[in-house]
């Protein structure tokens, strides 16, 4: 017997896996932070989700119900849908995961586009699988770009619609055109985290063609527009088949009870998403035009946030200008992680904070337009 020893080494997937960086949230001391980096509502979680939340915590001592049967019955009641067909999950990133580990294996691939969501990569790198990324158009995803790069190897597209970091969406009709194009042995997984921002007549967030079809998934979640980020649920519309693989790996109580008690009032209060909306599509123009008063090229988005660019031929790197921002209390988000060295993703914020960071940049531009 070999007087060599072995150190346990994790597999090499994993080893090839960059841990996921979330956005800052510190400023200088003595300064006032507004976050602006991970994408939160600024109108925080609905007040009945804050009072179901707290009736929760009568009930601590208990297992959660593990099929959220509460939580999948209040989504299926506002969207029109089979409570047999939605899975909960602990965040959407959960559900990613739960798909990759269900249907990859080594020597598969799985696709995403260029600045798609890292979580993709770190999901099929966990599964042993390959990961394809496929250029984008003007940051947007290229349906034919990502039928180009399909061969009998790919087994999953994830496809961000809308995505972030770059706020671009696909209509509904070139979503179509891609399903069309792949194999039936692949799966489509529609990640539409930021579907309630969206005001676009072509935009659907894949409900329908999920219904239609047996290999279409579409994933939401409460972090964004329900102001529930830190409880993570997300869920997914799918076919029953990929309802039941991912029933059978998911952990037992994967949704805590507070999770499904606040999700659940969240979802059923239609007036204060409808508040969220405005909020977001007032100063979501309102910031947009604004940078362009700076000289700042930004991406169009149709999301709760927006991508600022920083062009070299100015001077004025996305690095400086997320340091002199972090100091004044304004926290962006870098995206050098996605690709994008010289932008910056800022989260449509508080009235307080989108015309602080106008003024913020004004300086650091030394701008004198009147914003």
Same mark, same amino acid.
């Given at each position: %017997?070999?007087?060599?020893?072995?150190?346990?080494t994790p597999k090499k997937?994993?080893?090839?896996?960059?841990?996921?960086?979330?956005? =800052?949230?510190?400023?200088? &001391?003595?300064?006032?932070? @507004?976050?602006?980096?991970?994408?939160?509502?600024?109108?925080?979680?609905?007040?009945?989700?804050?009072?179901?939340?707290?009736?929760?915590?009568?009930?601590? &001592?208990?297992?959660?119900?593990?099929?959220s049967f509460a939580l999948?019955?209040?989504?299926?009641?506002?969207?029109?849908?089979?409570? +047999?067909?939605?899975?909960?999950?602990?965040?959407?990133?959960?559900?990613?995961?739960?798909?990759?580990?269900?249907?990859?294996?080594?020597?598969?691939?799985?696709?995403?586009?260029?600045?798609?969501? *890292?979580?993709?990569?770190?999901?099929?790198?966990?599964?042993?699988?390959?990961?394809?990324?496929?250029?984008?158009?003007?940051?947007?995803?290229?349906?034919?770009?990502?039928?180009?790069?399909?061969?009998?190897?790919?087994?999953?597209?994830?496809?961000?619609?809308?995505?972030?970091?770059?706020?671009?969406?696909?209509?509904?009709?070139?979503? =179509?055109? #891609?399903?069309?194009?792949?194999?039936?042995?692949?799966?489509?997984?529609?990640?539409?985290?930021?579907?309630?921002?969206?005001?676009?007549?072509?935009?659907?967030?894949?409900?329908?063609?999920?219904?239609?079809?047996?290999?279409?998934?579409?994933?939401?979640?409460?972090? =964004?527009?329900?102001? #529930?980020?830190?409880? !993570?649920?997300?869920?997914?519309?799918?076919?029953?088949?990929?309802?039941?693989? %991912?029933?059978?790996? !998911?952990?037992?109580?994967?949704?805590?009870?507070?999770?499904? +008690?606040?999700?659940?009032?969240?979802?059923?209060?239609?007036?204060?998403?409808? =508040?969220?909306?405005? @909020?977001?599509?007032?100063?979501?123009?309102?910031?947009?035009?604004?940078?362009?008063?700076?000289?700042?090229?930004?991406?169009?988005?149709?999301?709760?946030?927006?991508?600022?660019?920083?062009?070299?031929?100015?001077?004025?790197?996305?690095?400086?200008?997320?340091?002199?921002?972090?100091?004044?209390?304004?926290?962006?988000?870098?995206?050098?992680?996605?690709?994008?060295?010289?932008?910056?993703? %800022?989260?449509?914020?508080?009235?307080?904070?989108?015309?602080?960071?106008?003024?913020? *940049?004004?300086?650091?531009?030394?701008?004198?337009?009147?914003?």
């Amino acid at each position: %017997m070999s007087n060599v020893s072995k150190i346990l080494t994790p597999k090499k997937s994993v080893l090839d896996i960059s841990a996921y960086v979330p956005g =800052k949230s510190r400023v200088p &001391d003595g300064v006032k932070l @507004h976050k602006l980096s991970s994408n939160e509502t600024p109108l925080g979680p609905s007040p009945k989700a804050l009072e179901a939340f707290a009736g929760a915590g009568a009930d601590l &001592d208990k297992y959660p119900d593990g099929s959220s049967f509460a939580l999948r019955e209040a989504i299926a009641e506002v969207h029109g849908l089979n409570v +047999a067909n939605i899975i909960c999950s602990n965040g959407s990133d959960e559900i990613l995961g739960l798909l990759a580990n269900a249907y990859l294996e080594p020597g598969d691939e799985a696709i995403y586009t260029e600045h798609g969501f *890292l979580v993709y990569r770190i999901a099929i790198l966990t599964a042993g699988a390959t990961p394809v990324v496929v250029p984008e158009t003007d940051y947007r995803a290229d349906v034919d770009a990502i039928l180009a790069h399909v061969t009998p190897k790919t087994k999953l597209v994830y496809l961000a619609n809308p995505n972030n970091p770059t706020g671009t969406y696909l209509p509904i009709d070139e979503v =179509k055109r #891609l399903h069309e194009g792949l194999p039936e042995y692949v799966l489509l997984v529609i990640d539409a985290a930021y579907a309630e921002y969206v005001r676009r007549n072509d935009y659907e967030s894949g409900i329908e063609m999920v219904s239609a079809n047996k290999n279409v998934v579409m994933t939401r979640t409460f972090s =964004k527009i329900f102001g #529930l980020a830190g409880l !993570r649920i997300g869920w997914a519309y799918a076919p029953l088949d990929v309802i039941d693989a %991912m029933d059978r790996i !998911r952990g037992p109580f994967n949704v805590n009870a507070a999770a499904i +008690a606040a999700g659940t009032a969240a979802i059923r209060d239609r007036t204060h998403v409808s =508040k969220s909306v405005d @909020h977001n599509e007032e100063w979501l123009n309102w910031i947009t035009e604004a940078l362009g008063n700076l000289g700042l090229e930004t991406t169009p988005s149709v999301g709760n946030f927006v991508l600022i660019h920083f062009p070299k031929t100015r001077g004025e790197t996305a690095a400086d200008a997320d340091q002199f921002l972090t100091s004044r209390g304004y926290v962006l988000r870098a995206v050098t992680g996605y690709g994008l060295p010289n932008a910056l993703r %800022m989260t449509i914020g508080s009235e307080e904070a989108n015309r602080g960071v106008i003024e913020a *940049l004004k300086d650091f531009l030394g701008a004198s337009d009147n914003v």
